[in-house]
């Protein structure tokens, strides 16, 4: 079944005009959360089941925007968001983005963009006085060989550990530990761009239903169980991005990943299971 089969895509018109970023750069702190493989469908149908209410309480309207992934799988998809290509709205564009390297005819680029010169965002807001910090999840930020070092080698400091991997049943809470001991050794005027790819919706998943087994494997039912889990946790992660200044955070999905669908298993393929995503930005505002 295909996400819009089961969760009708909001009207555009309904997508809040984005801020200023090149006033958001410089003056806030930013959060980019990729939830490694969610699907549109099941953050929506959790969502307004109000079984994500830490998650669904930030969400401009309580609700996702629909949205089309920039590559089908994890080093696809986020090097192209680290070169300013967010997913884009799921409706006819062209849409202006938040963050775009200067590209002459770009019809994405418009007066609230913050545009870089820099090869990718990472370094052009380390250019900006930001300490950029990656807390890596899935294989493509495990720095164990060249191909893992790609990713977390743009930012000046990186962290991975097996208990932040897919393997780990506590990996989002794992994540969400180091983050909050980054945020508490910057000196209070340092700006941050903290990266967190959470890994816990990525196969393997099962584990994050109670009584599911390895023989039975990941299903939609495990992959909505391990979003639940990551429910749990992110207040945390959003305390302590605010704990400081105001924050700006973009979280979204990297791609979808397909249970059977139409005979489809798994992503880096071509279905509207992979290539449909959730995403959301907001403010969150200084607590201290």
Not at 115 to 125: C, E, G, K, M, R
Request: hydrophobic residues 40%.
């Amino acid at each position: 079944m295909h996400p819009s089969d089961t969760a009708p895509a909001p009207p555009f018109e309904a997508t809040t005009q984005p801020p200023d970023m090149n006033e958001v750069v410089g003056r806030d702190d930013l959060l980019l959360l990729t939830l490694d493989t969610l699907r549109y469908d099941v953050a929506v149908e959790l969502t307004a089941a109000g079984r994500l209410p830490n998650l669904a309480a930030r969400l401009p309207g309580g609700t996702w925007e629909r949205r089309h992934a920039p590559g089908s799988f994890t080093y696809a998809s986020h090097q192209a968001m680290f070169a300013g290509f967010l997913p884009t709205p799921a409706a006819p564009g062209p849409h202006p983005r938040l963050f775009a390297g200067r590209f002459a005819g770009s019809e994405t680029t418009a007066g609230r963009t913050f545009v870089f010169d820099s090869p990718d965002l990472v370094t052009a807001l380390a250019e900006h006085g930001y300490r950029t910090v990656c807390i890596g999840g899935v294989g493509f930020f495990n720095k164990r060989g060249a191909l893992g070092n790609v990713l977390p080698g743009l930012f000046q400091e990186s962290h991975w550990e097996p208990e932040f991997s897919v393997a780990s049943p506590t990996s989002f809470e794992s994540q969400v530990a180091r983050a909050e001991r980054v945020v508490a050794e910057l000196p209070a005027e340092q700006r941050l761009f903290l990266f967190l790819n959470a890994s816990a919706l990525h196969q393997p998943n099962w584990f994050h239903l109670p009584g599911a087994t390895r023989e039975a494997g990941d299903s939609l039912v495990t992959h909505a169980a391990a979003l639940e889990y990551i429910d749990r946790h992110i207040g945390r992660l959003f305390a302590a991005m605010s704990s400081r200044r105001r924050c700006f955070a973009i979280v979204c999905s990297d791609h979808g990943t397909a249970y059977g669908d139409d005979g489809y298993t798994g992503h880096r393929l071509g279905h509207e299971t992979v290539w449909t995503v959730p995403y959301s930005h907001f403010f969150l505002e200084a607590s201290a």
